[in-house]
C-alpha cells in the first residue's frame, strides 16, 4: 500500500484546448465569404447575362412604332389604310388627361411614386387576387407593361419577367414619367386591332384620344387586361364590371371627385364598332398600294405611318361606277339572257311555294335571287317569291331576254311567250321596282351580272393629275386592272395619229381638205405573206373622193389605209411614238385599223396631246407622301413634253371635233359643249372605245371580255363605249363653263365646202370654216391649185373623177373596221 507525505497534494486534471473553435468559426466565416462572394457574383453573371440582349434605353428617345399610312383623295377624304398594327400615334397633349388618369389607376397607382417595380403593389395585387379567386388586379407596373411590349415576351415565364424588371428599371432612370406614358399609350393592344388609345377611341367610339370623356376613357382603360375577354362589343357586361372598378380606383386614387364618379358610372354609351368611311375607289387604291410598296418598300408602307395625298377625285369616281354600271346593264341585256342561276328540284320547289305570304322588308333597286313559283300563261307572266314576299314580271318587261348568240351571222329567236324565258323553279336574279298596288306582290326587273368588263381613265388637262381610274366593273369579283394591265387592240381608236403625222409630215403636203379616193385597192397580206389584202369599210362599200376630214369623222378604213400606205411605216410609228405609245406596233397597214395592243392608260394620255397644245404630260396619281412627322418624302413634279406643235394639236383637235358634230360620235352632242374625241372598235366586235375631251378634262372608256370574245352584233366603240362616256363627261362637267378649245397662233381659217373641201367665194352661201396651217389654206377660188413641191395629186382630186366602185368582196384580213353608222 502506497504512502502518502502529508506534503504531498492531489494534482487537478489538465485544461482542454480551445483554438479548433476559432478555426470552426474562422472556416465558417471564409465559407460564408465565398459563398457570398460566389452568390454575388452569380448575380452580377446573371444580370448581365439576362440584360446583355436588352435594346439600349437611348433608341426610345426616338420611338416609332408600327403605325397606320393613310391614302387621302384628292378633297382629304380617306381612301383607304395600310398597317401590320392599326395605331396612330398621338402625343400627349392629344389625349383627354382623364384618360391618362383612367390608366394609371387601372394599371399603376403607384406610378408617379416608384422607380419601376413597386414591390408594394406586387403584394396588394396578389392580396386581392387571393381573395376574388381571380386575377382582377396587375402586378406588372406601366413601366413593366411598356417593357414586356417592346421586348415581346411571354406573360408567366421568370427569366422574361426579370428582362420586364431589369428594362423597366433602366427606363425609369433614362426616361420621365410623361415619356413612359408616352410609349405605353401609343403601344398597348386595346382589342379588335387597335393599338394604342388613339386608334381604341376611334374604334369603339368614333372619336379622337383627345375628344372622349371620362366613362368612355374607363371602358377603354378596361380592356388592358384581356381586351377580348373584356371587349365591349362581345362582353358588354364584363366591359361594364371592368369600366365601374376603372371608375372606383380613379376615385380611390383622388383622380376624379365621387360626384364625377357617380355620374360616369350612370352614363349610358353608345359603343359599337367603327370604321372609317372610305371613299370607293379599289383599282385607284390598289395601284397606289404598288407604286408605294415599290418605291419605298413593304415595311415602310404597312409600318410607316405615311400620309399619301392622290390626285383621285371621289365625286368623279363616282360618276364613273355609275357609268359603267348602267352602260354595262344595257350591254348586257343587248347581249341576250343566259339563263337561270339554277333550277331547284320539285320538293324544293314546292317547299318554296307552301310557305306563308307575309310582309318583307324589300330595298327597292337591290338585286336579290327570287325563285319563279309559276308562269301564268293567260297573263304572260311569271310569279316569284322572294322569301316571304312575292312579286311579277310581265313579258313585255322581258322581251329583251333572247337566248345570246355565238357568231355575228347567227338570227336571234324573237319572244312570243313569257314560257320562252321562265319555267317554274327557276332561280333567278331580280330587282325589286314598286309595290304593284294590288295587295303586297311587288313589281319586279329581270337582271343579270354584265358578261363584258369595262374600264375608265379620266385625266385633267393640262396637269396630267388622273382623277378617275377604274379597272373593272367589280373589284372584289376581279383585281386585274384593264386600265393600266390589260393591251386590247384600240381599232379605229388609232387613226387620229396616223392623220396627225400626215398633217406634220415635212414633205408631204396634207390638210384636213385634202381628198383621198376611197376606193377598191389591192395589198400583200401583213399577217399572211403570199397572200392578197383587200382593205374594207365596215359598210363594205366605197365612197369615192374624201376629204381627210370626212374620212376620219366616218372612220373610213380604206382612206386610212392609203394614208399610212403613203406616209410610210417608218415615219408613222416614230411620229406616234412621240405620243408616248411605248407598246408594240405593227410596221405593216394594219396598224391603220388599230391592230397593235395597248392600255386604255396609253391612249388616254396620247390623246392628251391634242388637248394639251402638243405637250405630253406625265401621268400623276400620287401628288405627295409625308413622313409620320410631316416631313415631305416625296412631291409629283409636272412633267411635260412638247411633242407636237400647238398648231398640229389644234388642227387635229378641230378635226376630232368633227367626230362629234356629225360622225361616229354624234350621239355626245346632246351635252351641248365643245368637245372632241374618236371611237374604237376591232375586228368582230371585240373591243369597244371612246376617247374624248374638254378643254378641262380627257375621258377614255374601253368595253369588252377577258376571254376576248365578241361584244355583239353593232356592238361599236359608239354604241357599247360611247353611252359610258357620255354619261360619265355630262356629270363631271355639268359644273364647269363650256369652254371651246383655244386657237393657237400658226392657225388660220377659210370657208371651203364641206364634201369636196373646195374653197367658198365670199358672199356664196354654204361650207363651213376650216382649220389649216398658216401658208397651207387653200387660194382664192378660180385660181388654179398646183402642187408643191412633194405634193401628192390625191390632194388635188377632182370630183367628177368619181366612178363608184362595185363593192368588192371581203376575203380573209387582218382586224379592220370602221365605224360610220
Same mark, same amino acid.
Given at each position: 500500500?502506497?504512502?502518502?507525505?502529508?506534503?504531498?497534494?492531489?494534482?487537478?486534471?489538465?485544461k482542454?484546448?480551445?483554438? #479548433?473553435? #476559432?478555426?470552426?468559426?474562422?472556416?465558417?466565416?471564409?465559407?460564408?465569404?465565398?459563398?457570398s462572394?460566389?452568390?454575388? &457574383?452569380?448575380?452580377?453573371?446573371?444580370?448581365?447575362?439576362?440584360?446583355?440582349?436588352?435594346?439600349?434605353?437611348?433608341?426610345?428617345?426616338?420611338?416609332?412604332?408600327?403605325?397606320?399610312?393613310? @391614302?387621302?383623295? !384628292?378633297?382629304?377624304?380617306?381612301?383607304?389604310?395600310?398597317?401590320?398594327?392599326?395605331?396612330?400615334?398621338? %402625343?400627349?397633349?392629344?389625349?383627354?388627361?382623364?384618360?391618362?388618369?383612367?390608366?394609371?389607376?387601372?394599371?399603376?397607382?403607384?406610378?408617379?411614386?416608384?422607380?419601376?417595380?413597386?414591390?408594394?403593389?406586387?403584394?396588394?395585387?396578389?392580396i !386581392?387576387?387571393?381573395?376574388?379567386?381571380?386575377?382582377?388586379?396587375?402586378?406588372?407596373?406601366?413601366? =413593366?407593361?411598356?417593357?414586356?411590349?417592346?421586348?415581346?415576351?411571354?406573360?408567366?415565364?421568370?427569366?422574361p419577367?426579370?428582362?420586364?424588371?431589369?428594362?423597366? #428599371?433602366?427606363?425609369?432612370?433614362?426616361?420621365?414619367?410623361?415619356?413612359?406614358?408616352?410609349?405605353?399609350?401609343?403601344?398597348?393592344?386595346?382589342?379588335?386591332?387597335a393599338?394604342?388609345?388613339?386608334?381604341?377611341?376611334?374604334? $369603339?367610339?368614333?372619336?379622337?384620344?383627345?375628344e372622349?370623356?371620362l366613362?368612355?376613357?374607363?371602358?377603354?382603360?378596361?380592356?388592358?387586361?384581356?381586351?377580348?375577354?373584356?371587349?365591349?362589343?362581345?362582353h358588354?357586361?364584363?366591359?361594364?364590371?371592368r369600366?365601374?372598378?376603372?371608375?372606383?380606383?380613379?376615385?380611390?386614387?383622388?383622380?376624379?371627385?365621387?360626384?364625377?364618379?357617380?355620374?360616369?358610372?350612370?352614363?349610358?354609351?353608345?359603343?359599337?364598332l367603327?370604321?372609317?368611311?372610305?371613299?370607293?375607289?379599289? $383599282?385607284?387604291?390598289?395601284?397606289?398600294?404598288? #407604286?408605294?410598296?415599290?418605291?419605298?418598300?413593304?415595311?415602310?408602307?404597312?409600318?410607316?405611318?405615311?400620309?399619301?395625298?392622290?390626285?383621285?377625285?371621289?365625286?368623279?369616281?363616282?360618276?364613273?361606277?355609275?357609268?359603267?354600271?348602267?352602260?354595262?346593264?344595257?350591254?348586257?341585256?343587248? =347581249?341576250?339572257?343566259?339563263?337561270?342561276?339554277?333550277?331547284?328540284?320539285?320538293a324544293?320547289?314546292?317547299?318554296?311555294?307552301? *310557305?306563308?305570304?307575309?310582309?318583307?322588308?324589300? +330595298? %327597292?333597286?337591290?338585286?336579290?335571287?327570287?325563285?319563279?313559283?309559276?308562269?301564268?300563261?293567260?297573263?304572260?307572266?311569271? /310569279?316569284?317569291?322572294l322569301?316571304?314576299?312575292?312579286?311579277? @314580271?310581265?313579258?313585255?318587261?322581258?322581251?329583251?331576254?333572247?337566248?345570246?348568240?355565238?357568231?355575228?351571222?347567227?338570227?336571234?329567236?324573237h319572244?312570243?311567250? @313569257?314560257?320562252?324565258?321562265?319555267?317554274?323553279?327557276?332561280?333567278?336574279?331580280?330587282?325589286?321596282?314598286e309595290?304593284s298596288?294590288?295587295?303586297e306582290?311587288?313589281?319586279? +326587273?329581270? /337582271?343579270?351580272?354584265?358578261?363584258?368588263q369595262?374600264?375608265?381613265?379620266?385625266? +385633267?388637262?393640262?396637269?396630267?393629275?388622273?382623277?378617275?381610274?377604274?379597272?373593272?366593273?367589280?373589284?372584289?369579283?376581279?383585281?386585274?386592272?384593264?386600265?393600266?394591265?390589260?393591251?386590247?387592240?384600240?381599232?379605229?381608236?388609232?387613226?387620229?395619229?396616223? $392623220?396627225?403625222?400626215?398633217?406634220?409630215?415635212?414633205?408631204? @403636203?396634207?390638210?384636213?381638205?385634202?381628198?383621198?379616193?376611197?376606193?377598191?385597192?389591192?395589198?400583200?397580206?401583213?399577217?399572211?405573206?403570199?397572200?392578197?389584202?383587200?382593205?374594207?369599210?365596215?359598210?363594205?362599200?366605197?365612197?369615192?373622193?374624201t376629204?381627210?376630214?370626212?374620212?376620219?369623222?366616218?372612220?373610213?378604213?380604206?382612206?386610212?389605209?392609203?394614208?399610212?400606205?403613203?406616209?410610210?411605216?417608218?415615219?408613222?410609228?416614230?411620229?406616234?411614238?412621240?405620243?408616248?405609245?411605248?407598246? !408594240?406596233?405593227a %410596221?405593216?397597214?394594219?396598224?391603220?385599223?388599230?391592230?397593235?395592243?395597248?392600255?386604255?392608260?396609253?391612249?388616254?394620255?396620247?390623246?392628251?396631246?391634242?388637248?394639251?397644245q402638243?405637250?405630253?404630260m406625265?401621268?400623276?396619281? /400620287?401628288?405627295?407622301?409625308?413622313?409620320?412627322?410631316? =416631313?415631305?418624302? $416625296?412631291?409629283?413634279?409636272?412633267?411635260?413634253?412638247?411633242v407636237?406643235?400647238?398648231?398640229? !394639236?389644234?388642227?387635229?383637235?378641230?378635226?376630232?371635233?368633227?367626230?362629234?358634230?356629225?360622225?361616229?360620235?354624234?350621239?355626245?352632242?346632246?351635252?351641248?359643249?365643245?368637245?372632241?374625241?374618236?371611237?374604237?372598235?376591232?375586228?368582230?366586235?371585240?373591243?369597244?372605245?371612246?376617247? &374624248?375631251?374638254?378643254?378641262?378634262?380627257?375621258?377614255?372608256?374601253?368595253?369588252?371580255?377577258?376571254?376576248?370574245?365578241?361584244?355583239g352584233?353593232?356592238?361599236?366603240?359608239? *354604241?357599247?363605249?360611247?353611252?359610258?362616256?357620255?354619261?360619265?363627261?355630262? +356629270?363631271?362637267?355639268?359644273?364647269?363653263?363650256?369652254?371651246?378649245?383655244?386657237?393657237?397662233?400658226g392657225?388660220?381659217?377659210?370657208?371651203?365646202?364641206?364634201?369636196?373641201?373646195?374653197?367658198?367665194?365670199a358672199?356664196e352661201?354654204?361650207?363651213?370654216?376650216?382649220?389649216?396651217?398658216?401658208?397651207?389654206?387653200?387660194?382664192?377660188?378660180?385660181?388654179?391649185?398646183? %402642187?408643191?413641191?412633194?405634193?401628192?395629186p390625191q390632194?388635188?382630186?377632182?370630183?367628177?373623177?368619181?366612178?363608184?366602185?362595185?363593192?368588192?368582196?371581203?376575203?380573209?384580213?387582218?382586224?379592220e373596221?370602221?365605224?360610220?353608222?
Open positions: 500500500m502506497q504512502q502518502f507525505s502529508e506534503n504531498t497534494a492531489p494534482q487537478a486534471p489538465p482542454p484546448k480551445r483554438h #479548433w473553435f #476559432w478555426r470552426l468559426l474562422c472556416w465558417s466565416g471564409i465559407l460564408v465569404f465565398l459563398l462572394l460566389a452568390g454575388a &457574383g452569380a448575380l452580377v453573371v446573371g444580370w448581365f447575362y439576362i440584360s446583355e440582349d436588352l435594346p439600349s434605353i437611348e433608341s426610345l428617345a426616338d420611338y416609332r412604332p408600327a403605325a397606320v399610312t393613310r @391614302i387621302l383623295a !384628292a378633297d382629304g377624304q380617306l381612301m383607304t389604310q395600310y398597317y401590320n398594327q392599326r395605331r396612330f400615334v398621338v %402625343p400627349m397633349s392629344q389625349i383627354n388627361p382623364l384618360a391618362i388618369k383612367a390608366f394609371v389607376a387601372a394599371e399603376d397607382g403607384n406610378f408617379f411614386q416608384h422607380q419601376g417595380i413597386d414591390l408594394v403593389g406586387i403584394l396588394r395585387a396578389t !386581392a387576387n387571393i381573395r376574388a379567386g381571380r386575377v382582377v388586379q396587375g402586378a406588372s407596373t406601366i413601366s =413593366q407593361q411598356v417593357a414586356q411590349a417592346l421586348l415581346n415576351t411571354p406573360a408567366r415565364a421568370w427569366v419577367k426579370i428582362k420586364e424588371m431589369i428594362f423597366a #428599371w433602366r427606363m425609369e432612370q433614362k426616361l420621365s414619367k410623361q415619356e413612359i406614358l408616352y410609349i405605353y399609350l401609343n403601344e398597348i393592344y386595346l382589342g379588335h386591332g393599338y394604342g388609345v388613339e386608334a381604341a377611341a376611334r374604334t $369603339y367610339f368614333g372619336k379622337s384620344a383627345k372622349i370623356d366613362a368612355e376613357a374607363a371602358v377603354i382603360a378596361g380592356l388592358i387586361q384581356a381586351p377580348s375577354r373584356y371587349s365591349p362589343l362581345r358588354p357586361r364584363r366591359a361594364r364590371t369600366q365601374v372598378y376603372v371608375i372606383e380606383r380613379m376615385a380611390a386614387e383622388g383622380f376624379i371627385t365621387p360626384e364625377q364618379a357617380d355620374q360616369a358610372v350612370n352614363q349610358r354609351l353608345d359603343i359599337k367603327h370604321r372609317p368611311q372610305t371613299v370607293k375607289a379599289a $383599282y385607284y387604291q390598289e395601284t397606289v398600294r404598288q #407604286w408605294l410598296q415599290e418605291r419605298f418598300g413593304r415595311r415602310t408602307l404597312y409600318e410607316g405611318g405615311l400620309t399619301v395625298y392622290t390626285a383621285c377625285d371621289p365625286r368623279l369616281t363616282r360618276y364613273g361606277r355609275q357609268a359603267i354600271a348602267m352602260g354595262l346593264a344595257s350591254l348586257t341585256k343587248r =347581249q341576250g339572257y343566259l339563263g337561270p342561276l339554277k333550277r331547284l328540284g320539285p324544293e320547289l314546292e317547299a318554296v311555294r307552301s *310557305r306563308p305570304l307575309g310582309s318583307a322588308g324589300l +330595298e %327597292p333597286g337591290k338585286a336579290l335571287e327570287a325563285v319563279v313559283s309559276k308562269v301564268d300563261l293567260a297573263k304572260q307572266r311569271a /310569279v316569284l317569291r322569301g316571304a314576299a312575292r312579286g311579277f @314580271i310581265t313579258l313585255d318587261q322581258v322581251r329583251w331576254a333572247k337566248p345570246p348568240i355565238k357568231h355575228l351571222k347567227e338570227k336571234r329567236p319572244l312570243v311567250s @313569257i314560257d320562252q324565258v321562265f319555267e317554274p323553279g327557276d332561280v333567278v336574279l331580280v330587282r325589286p321596282l309595290k298596288g294590288k295587295g306582290d311587288w313589281k319586279l +326587273e329581270l /337582271v343579270q351580272k354584265p358578261w363584258a369595262a374600264a375608265l381613265l379620266a385625266m +385633267e388637262n393640262r396637269t396630267g393629275r388622273v382623277r378617275v381610274l377604274i379597272g373593272g366593273a367589280d373589284f372584289k369579283q376581279s383585281q386585274f386592272n384593264r386600265a393600266l394591265q390589260a393591251r386590247r387592240q384600240p381599232g379605229s381608236a388609232f387613226k387620229p395619229f396616223i $392623220y396627225a403625222a400626215a398633217l406634220d409630215h415635212p414633205n408631204l @403636203i396634207y390638210t384636213s381638205r385634202s381628198v383621198v379616193l376611197d376606193s377598191p385597192v389591192v395589198y400583200e397580206n401583213p399577217t399572211k405573206p403570199g397572200e392578197k389584202w383587200r382593205p374594207k369599210n365596215y359598210t363594205s362599200k366605197f365612197y369615192g373622193p376629204t381627210l376630214r370626212t374620212a376620219l369623222a366616218h372612220s373610213r378604213n380604206v382612206v386610212t389605209v392609203k394614208l399610212l400606205s403613203d406616209l410610210g411605216m417608218g415615219y408613222t410609228i416614230g411620229y406616234a411614238r412621240r405620243f408616248g405609245l411605248s407598246s !408594240a406596233l %410596221p405593216n397597214l394594219s396598224l391603220a385599223l388599230g391592230t397593235s395592243g395597248m392600255s386604255l392608260l396609253e391612249l388616254t394620255r396620247a390623246y392628251g396631246v391634242f388637248a394639251d402638243g405637250k405630253l406625265e401621268s400623276v396619281m /400620287v401628288e405627295r407622301v409625308m413622313g409620320r412627322e410631316g =416631313q415631305m418624302l $416625296y412631291e409629283a413634279q409636272p412633267q411635260e413634253k412638247q407636237i406643235s400647238p398648231a398640229t !394639236a389644234y388642227l387635229m383637235t378641230h378635226l376630232l371635233k368633227g367626230v362629234i358634230q356629225y360622225g361616229t360620235g354624234r350621239s355626245m352632242r346632246a351635252l351641248k359643249r365643245p368637245l372632241a374625241g374618236k371611237t374604237g372598235t376591232t375586228n368582230d366586235l371585240r373591243d369597244a372605245w371612246f376617247v &374624248g375631251f374638254s378643254p378641262q378634262l380627257i375621258c377614255g372608256v374601253w368595253v369588252g371580255q377577258d376571254d376576248n370574245r365578241f361584244l352584233k353593232k356592238e361599236t366603240g359608239s *354604241r357599247a363605249a360611247g353611252p359610258i362616256w357620255k354619261d360619265f363627261m355630262a +356629270e363631271a362637267l355639268k359644273d364647269l363653263p363650256a369652254e371651246d378649245f383655244p386657237v393657237p397662233s392657225v388660220v381659217f377659210a370657208r371651203v365646202d364641206r364634201i369636196s373641201g373646195e374653197p367658198v367665194a358672199g352661201k354654204g361650207g363651213f370654216f376650216e382649220s389649216f396651217q398658216e401658208g397651207r389654206q387653200p387660194g382664192r377660188p378660180g385660181e388654179e391649185a398646183t %402642187p408643191k413641191e412633194g405634193q401628192r390632194d388635188f382630186l377632182q370630183a367628177e373623177s368619181f366612178v363608184k366602185p362595185e363593192v368588192v368582196p371581203v376575203e380573209e384580213a387582218p382586224p373596221t370602221d365605224e360610220s353608222e
